[in-house]
């Protein structure tokens, strides 16, 4: 499985933006995909994650109600809107999948594959 995030850039408190992740490989087989992020000196900390077959959907706390994941099945690809930015939101934020793990799942110990990671900033 491989997976490419895109999308970051520099925003403005209260803008909004899109992650996109394109998703190839064996695909029939993940049971989730997710988005993480990492802010700058702190541990990789988990946003929101689908179950790919059920597309059930869960969030953190701290983006629930602003931030959406979704995925396009014809394109392969997996997204993450992310509505009314803080600047606490600034970080590297990575898409990531499993095979195997719960889809639920919200520790990134859990998720064998990754994106490369794309930088989403938010200026006050």
């Known amino acids: 499985v491989q997976l490419q995030a895109s999308g970051g850039g520099l925003v403005q408190t209260g803008d909004s933006l899109r992650l996109s992740c394109a998703v190839s490989g064996r695909t029939v087989s993940l049971s989730t995909v997710g988005w993480f992020r990492r802010a700058p000196g702190k541990d990789r900390e988990f946003v929101a994650v689908?179950?790919?077959?059920?597309?059930?959907?869960y969030y953190s706390d701290s983006v629930k109600g602003r931030f959406t994941i979704s995925r396009d099945d014809a394109k392969n690809m997996v997204y993450l809107q992310m509505n009314s930015l803080k600047p606490e939101d600034t970080a590297v934020y990575y898409c990531a999948a499993d095979l195997a793990a719960y889809w639920r799942s919200t520790d990134p110990s859990r998720y064998n594959y990754w994106g490369q990671g794309t930088q989403v900033t938010v200026s006050s």
């Open positions: 689908m179950s790919w077959r059920w597309r059930n959907t």
